[in-house]
C-alpha cells in the first residue's frame, strides 16, 4: 500500500510541476512596445526621437567618435514615456556623430 502511494504521490509531484511550468511558460508573451516613433539629427552634434503611443519607454541613443575616429562611445538620453518629452542625446563638441537609434523597453 505505502509502495502505490509513493508513486501517486510522485506522479502528482510531476504533474504538478509539469502544470506549472506549462502556466509559467504562459506569462512570457511579448512585451508592449513604443509606437509611432519619429527621429531627426538636431542641432549641435546631436540626435532626438519621439514616440507617439504604445506602452514602455524609449530613449535617443547615438555613436560618438573621438581620437580622429580612432575610438568610439555610446551616448544615451533620458528614458521617455510615449507621447510626452522627446529623449535628446548630443556627442561632445570634440566628438563626431555617427549611428544613431532609438532604445525600447
Known sequence: MA????????SAAVTALVAGGIVA????AAQAVPSGCGNS?????????????????????VTCWYNHG????TRTGPWRAPNGTA??????????LGGYWINKR
Open 41 to 61: 539629427k538636431a542641432v549641435n552634434n546631436g540626435y532626438w526621437a519621439y514616440c507617439s503611443s504604445g506602452t514602455g519607454e524609449y530613449q535617443a541613443a
Open 87 to 96: 529623449s535628446e542625446v548630443h556627442c561632445l563638441s570634440s566628438e563626431e
Open 3 to 10: 509502495k502505490i502511494w509513493t508513486r501517486a504521490m510522485r
Open 25 to 28: 511558460g504562459a506569462g512570457s
Open 70 to 73: 580612432a575610438s568610439s562611445r
